[in-house]
């Protein structure tokens, strides 16, 4: 299939020095954005809990947002998952029990007004409540003074008669899935929906998730560098890599403008932006390579400008069949599925749009750099007078 009958002529590197001063522009924007507002993490990142519902009527997600709120569940994102007529949901909420620093006061003030109580202490990390008292005390009273805080209770240990006199307690909160449970199905006789499905990622394992999604996006950048000065001369590297660079923070920009959720499918498109930028670099290096040879004498620049040329058909048959279907999810995806499809939409743009003024006048720098420091270490040579 041809796109374009006739070859181009079109003067692609003349436009690059302001290119490269709006791309440059662009990117220290992104970069301070995200240092002062930083991403909308989602649960993968940030921690919290992901419960799968199914309704056994039609309803659409914001009544779904709206019974969850009037229930007392504030901080919660409803998103609609299959198909319309299922009536599936994922709600993600932040933290992994109901125990928070608001929920926390108010269960220390419940537990202190048991009488001679001291030592309390919220541990929030792990939705914990420790106490002592100077009486005993049955597990249903301290139930029931906490539950009375909207705070609902899994279990309540009883440690045992303290050394220092006294007994000491331990005040379990319950997951936020059984909050959504009893949130969504108050006023109700029997709930109008199953619960499928609940994932907790506690905030240590989401920082650990982050990590290893940054290093993995490190890592891989670091092979395709070494391909890349393997495969072609240590002059395209540079240019491939920065390439890659401008392709992930442009992403990262609209995860950041968009403010939607940065997640581990997040990580997963910079991945595949960073193997598609670099396979369109490695398309017009080859052809650069081949024109190299064809074409000797004639100035760098102009023979970049020849392959680019060349390849345009290819790079706009190759980005338009992609888009076309990044276009389709676009347009009957939901949630995720949605964010992947955008975010790879703009990928695909500015891969190839580096390729052309990012990596290759990077190239042409550094052989501009490498030109000149021959001529500087050649100029003493050639001006010594001959011998006679």
């Not at 070859?7 to 436009?15: H, R, S, V």
């Not at 560098?225 to 393997?230: D, E, H, S």
């Not at 390849?311 to 949605?338: D, K, P, Q």
């Not at 390729?355 to 030109?371: G, M, V």
């Amino acid at each position: 299939m041809q796109i374009l009958k006739n070859k181009t002529n079109i003067d692609f590197i003349g436009k690059r020095k302001p290119a490269v001063f709006l791309s440059t522009i662009i990117n220290l924007a992104i970069i301070v954005g995200i240092a002062a507002f930083g991403f909308n993490l989602g649960v993968d990142f940030a921690g919290g809990t992901v419960v799968e519902l199914k309704f056994n009527h039609s309803i659409t997600a914001e009544e779904v947002r709206q019974r969850a709120q009037k229930g007392g569940l504030e901080d919660v994102s409803v998103q609609n998952i299959g198909g319309a007529d299922e009536n599936s949901f994922l709600l993600r909420m932040g933290g992994v029990t109901q125990l928070n620093e608001e929920s926390a006061t108010k269960a220390r003030a419940a537990i202190e007004g048991l009488g001679n109580v001291r030592n309390v202490y919220p541990d929030l990390a792990n939705g914990i409540v420790n106490f002592r008292s100077a009486t005993a005390l049955t597990p249903d009273a301290i139930k029931k003074a906490v539950e009375g805080t909207g705070t609902g209770v899994q279990e309540v240990r009883e440690l045992g008669e303290a050394q220092g006199g006294g007994f000491d307690y331990q005040v379990v909160a319950s997951g936020m899935a059984d909050k959504v449970y009893s949130a969504l199905g108050q006023g109700l006789e029997k709930p109008d929906f199953e619960q499928r499905r609940v994932d907790y990622v506690g905030p240590q394992v989401g920082k650990q998730l982050r990590n290893r999604g940054i290093m993995a996006l490190l890592y891989s950048m670091v092979a395709i560098l070494i391909y890349v000065a393997f495969r072609f001369d240590f002059k395209f590297g540079p240019g491939a890599l920065l390439a890659m660079v401008h392709d992930v923070i442009m992403v990262a920009g609209y995860y950041l403008v968009t403010r939607r959720e940065f997640n581990l499918t997040s990580i997963a498109v910079l991945l595949t932006v960073v193997g598609y930028s670099v396979n369109d670099t490695i398309v017009i290096y080859d052809r650069i390579r081949e024109d190299m040879a064809k074409f000797k004498g004639k100035p760098f620049a102009e023979v970049i400008n020849i392959a680019i040329n060349d390849t345009v058909g290819r790079t706009i048959l190759t980005s338009l069949t992609t888009a076309l279907s990044l276009i389709g999810l676009l347009i009957f995806g939901v949630g995720e599925i949605f964010d992947f499809a955008a975010a790879m939409l703009v990928g695909i743009v500015v891969g190839v749009y580096s390729t052309i003024y990012i990596a290759s006048p990077l190239t042409i720098w550094l052989d501009e750099r490498a030109a000149a420091k021959e001529a500087r270490q050649a100029g003493p040579i050639d001006q010594q007078p001959k011998a006679a």
